[in-house]
């Protein structure tokens, strides 16, 4: 089953082809500490999720890359074809000159339907090409203007016209200072449209990022590529091929397989990343916890720990809350490897930050009218403030 | 509206850059006399300008910014340049209108410069979307300073040949004794830092529309101080190259605005850094922790702070830094330009000059003085905020 790709503005393109060159690199790595039989359903698994095939045999990417302006998309183009083993579709970009100015108004209401039809048909063609789709992966960053704004028109359409398929986002949250001074309207504004209309919300902030390449890398000098690397890593670790329920060398049909609605409305997942299996668990509460696997000893790996009702909500039992895949197959040339993926109270606090500061900002009507220039009115924010509360509402009630 | 300057591009090394036929020059020049640059001129040449305008228009794929480059003390600059502000804002609303403005120095030789910028400073409060003052006696003091360098050789610095530093041959105006060559260059790398985001590939891009969303956050409010380190190109003296912290502390260095302005001890609304060249996000992240509690940041934007990287450094150098400003110290410059306004009208000093061109009213002096002090004012209240404690406010509280 096959994941269409949606690229969105510099934050989304940059970090999209560190993830299709992840998880190509390490299916054709060749440490894959299991048989060859097992190499070769994982390979082609992983291939028809996220590649499709080409005549010569140079895999391509199932993307879509839209950005505002022309100069990351061609970047991302070049960088994709140099490296020889994958490219991008030849006609899979739309892109502008004028870009979006870090401005969600100018993404959501005017870029969005002025180019909704060329970009819809752009994601149609992609999603025809797959014999099997399960759904969409949307890369996006919340601070910017494209891959805000756009991405939320974007998801949007997509409901609409996709509503049986699954939409994954993945949201980049900004650093907390330093990036965009309107980054905090704009994340808003973004969180608010997408709970309407995405599945899931997958969650990465670039400060946690950063603390993984400073503390745990050791990287001196960190840049946007490293973060970009150890995300796309992370990111690939959870994507790639694993064992279902039924035997083991049939790998799960859809990967984005887990029931992520626990109860309507939708929540957000935060993404813990390379977490040890014995973390300290006692202050948040969990709805649901997905871990994954890979390596030596995956089959004998004591996951009880998830199992306990402490973690989860009262309403929840810990057989409905928690999953656990696995796959012989090593990733990444990793002996042993674990994946958290988690929906719990983790992002409440950094939620909260942004909403205070957006508030703050809001009640001095600062920068207002450049939203309102282009037809997102007071209402608009309001109406996402009230959003957001309730969702920060809802998971303190947990 | 006079040859001379205007030729002597044309003969110059550029010439080949500018199409004449994008060029409209007059004899007698305005007289250092705004209402004749902006009344005379301006309905005299409004259709040739606008042609032009337009053709330069239909060249673009997408046309995004105007950048208008002129003085505020003289005629031309002044009052032909705003004319033309108010007649793109018109023909052009959705374009982008930034504004270079070099405003005229406590010493300055045109006594009519204070009326020029007040009558300029209301249509520029009025239709610019940003501005960038700037003025002489900064761009004066920091060449001194590189002159002193140069000179006291305490660095083992050598100054190239046929540098602009230290040559003043193809000044324009040399019986003012200033190295306006040397002065010029140091906006025409301000104005290439600003926009080379937009030209080359970066990490984290910042396109020009950026600028304005950023750190425009009331429309009146769009004044932004400038600062560029390093100062000198490298093509020009050759100097080791300093820490690249040194960099980020220069930039909020008084000595290095390029108008006679201290952010430091001012309330900062917005602050942007354009960097170019080899370096990462990490160290720009770690300066702005290093220098943001010696800044005050007004409290609705305490984080007030948009980053840009780009890639490729300029010419000669390993990377550089742009710091924009939106910042309350600009208040000094208007307060200042406002008294030798008064001072000069209070007695009607030439003013006769102005009422003899057809259109032009005292009013028009009272509605600009005016304009004027109420933009003072803005800043005066935004001040008044600076040390009080940032309170968070009740948020919306959410029936379950």
Redesign the interface.
């Known amino acids: 089953m096959s994941i269409v790709t949606v690229q969105l503005g ?1 934050c989304g393109n ?1 970090i999209g082809f560190e993830v299709f060159d992840a998880l190509l690199s390490d299916s054709h790595s060749s440490q894959g500490l299991c048989c060859k039989r097992e190499n070769e359903a994982y390979q082609a698994s992983c291939k028809e999720r996220f590649f499709s095939e080409e005549e010569n045999g140079v895999p391509i990417a199932r993307a879509v890359l839209v950005d505002m ?1 022309p ?2 998309i061609n ?1 991302t183009l070049s960088k994709a074809a140099q490296s020889g083993r994958w490219k991008y579709g030849q006609h899979a970009c739309f892109c ?4 979006s ?3 969600w108004a100018y993404g959501y209401s005017v870029h969005g339907p002025r180019h909704e039809e060329s970009i819809m048909d752009l994601i149609r063609k992609e999603v025809e090409k797959c014999d099997s789709f399960s759904g969409f992966f949307i890369i996006m960053s919340m601070a910017g ?1 494209t891959g805000s704004g756009i991405g939320a028109f974007v998801t949007q359409n997509l409901q609409d016209q996709y509503s049986n398929s699954l939409k994954m986002n993945q949201i980049i949250w900004p ?8 980054q905090n309207y704009n994340s808003i504004l973004t969180l608010s449209h997408l709970y309407r209309s995405s599945d899931a919300l997958l969650v990465h902030e670039n400060d946690a990022v ?1 603390k993984i390449c ?1 503390k745990l890398m050791n990287i001196k ?5 490293d ?1 970009n690397q150890v995300l796309a890593h992370q990111l690939g670790s959870v994507f790639q091929p694993t064992y279902s329920a039924e035997s083991s060398f049939h790998y799960r049909r859809n990967p984005l397989g887990i029931d992520w609605h626990v109860r309507p409305p939708s929540s957000g997942l935060p993404s813990l990343g390379k977490m040890s299996l014995n973390k300290d668990l006692h202050f948040n509460t969990y709805i649901a916890n997905l871990v994954i696997l890979r390596g030596k000893d995956v089959q004998s790996a004591d996951v009880e720990g998830f199992k306990d009702p402490a973690l989860y909500t009262s309403w929840l039992e810990p057989v409905n809350a928690f999953n656990v895949w696995k796959t012989q197959r090593a990733f990444s040339k990793y002996e042993k490897s674990a994946v958290l993926v988690s929906n719990s109270q983790f992002l409440v606090k950094p939620l909260d930050m942004i ?3 957006a ?3 809001f ?5 207002i ?2 939203y309102t220039k282009f037809g997102i009115e007071e209402e608009d924010f309001l109406d996402s ?2 959003s957001l ?2 969702v920060v ?2 998971y303190c ?1 947990l | 509206m006079e040859e001379g300057v205007v030729n002597e591009i044309l003969q110059g090394p550029l010439r080949d850059v500018f199409d004449t036929k994008q060029l409209i020059t007059d004899i007698s020049g305005s007289g250092n006399n705004w209402a004749v640059g902006h009344r005379v001129f301006g309905s005299l040449y409004q259709d040739q300008i606008l042609e032009k305008l337009r053709k330069s228009a239909e060249h673009c794929d997408c046309l995004q910014c105007f950048f208008i480059i002129h003085s505020m003390g003289g005629g031309t600059g002044s009052g032909l340049g705003t004319f033309l502000l108010k007649m793109l804002e018109d023909e052009f609303p959705e374009v982008y209108r930034f504004v270079t403005s070099i405003y005229p120095s406590g010493e300055d030789d045109v006594i009519t410069s204070p009326y020029n910028s007040i009558l300029a400073m209301k249509e520029l409060n009025e239709h610019a979307d940003c501005v960038l003052p700037i003025d002489n006696q900064s761009l004066f003091d920091i060449i001194s300073k590189i002159d002193l360098m140069v000179n006291s050789g305490k660095l083992g610095t050598t100054v190239k040949p046929k540098s602009l530093v230290t040559s003043s041959s193809g000044a324009l105006k040399t019986r003012h004794k200033k190295p306006f060559d040397a002065m010029n260059n140091i906006v025409a790398n301000l104005l290439l830092n600003l926009t080379s985001s937009a030209r080359f590939e970066g990490s984290l891009n910042m396109d020009l529309n950026e600028i304005s969303m950023n750190l425009v956050p009331f429309p009146q409010l769009h004044y932004l101080v400038s600062s560029l380190t390093p100062l000198y190109t490298l093509t020009d003296v050759n100097i080791p190259p300093r820490r690249l912290d040194q960099m980020f502390s220069d930039a909020f260095s008084k000595d290095h605005q390029l108008l006679r302005a201290d952010p430091k001890h001012s309330l900062y609304l917005a602050c942007a850094l354009m960097v170019r060249g080899n370096v990462h996000i990490s160290d720009v992240r770690r300066n702005i922790e290093r220098l943001k509690p010696s800044l005050q940041f007004v409290s609705w934007n305490q984080e007030g702070w948009k980053t840009s990287l780009c890639s490729i450094p300029p010419v000669g150098h390993s990377h550089s830094l742009l710091a924009l400003a939106n910042n309350t110290c600009v208040k000094p410059t208007f307060m200042e330009l406002k008294e030798r306004f008064m001072r000069l009208y209070k007695k009607k000093a030439h003013l006769h000059h102005y009422l003899q061109v057809e259109g032009m009213e005292e009013s028009c002096f009272t509605e600009a003085v005016s304009s004027l002090s109420a933009l003072i004012q803005e800043y005066n209240q935004l001040d008044a905020t600076k040390n009080m404690p940032v309170q968070d406010l009740p948020r919306l509280s959410i029936a379950m």
């Open positions: 510099q940059q302006e100069k990351v970047q502008q000159k004028q870009g100015g870090n401005n203007g650093y907390g200072t330093g990036e965009v001074i309107v950063h400073a000098q960190i840049s946007f590529s973060i909403v205070g500061k508030w703050n900002m009640a001095s009507k600062a920068y009218h450049q403030f009230t509360e309730q509402a809802s009630n």
